[in-house]
């Protein structure tokens, strides 16, 4: 049997939710990761390429990086009605 049978491995699972309109920000990406944009724009520089996601689009990002990013959410308002 390999070793990928014997080794336990964690899965992280990160989920963010902002109400702030706009969020710009950096993150380091320490693992391998996929993102997924569940609404609004997401601007992304990953060293001199700059790329821009949309609601419903999937993205890549390699590990020991810096991420710059530029968050745009819905201009939907929520009602509690």
């Known amino acids: 049997m390999g070793t990928i049978g014997q080794q336990q491995k964690k899965q992280i699972i990160s989920y963010n939710c902002d109400v702030a ?33 949309t609601a419903g689009e999937i993205f890549l990002c390699r590990k020991n990086q810096l991420l710059k990013f530029t968050k745009v959410n819905d201009q939907r308002k929520i009602s509690n009605h």
């Not at 990761?33 to 996601?53: A, D, P, Y």
């Open 21 to 53: 309109r706009v969020k710009e920000g950096e993150q380091f990406i320490a693992q391998h990761s996929i993102s997924l944009v569940l609404s609004g724009t997401m601007e992304i520089c990953f060293g001199k390429n700059k790329q821009q996601f």
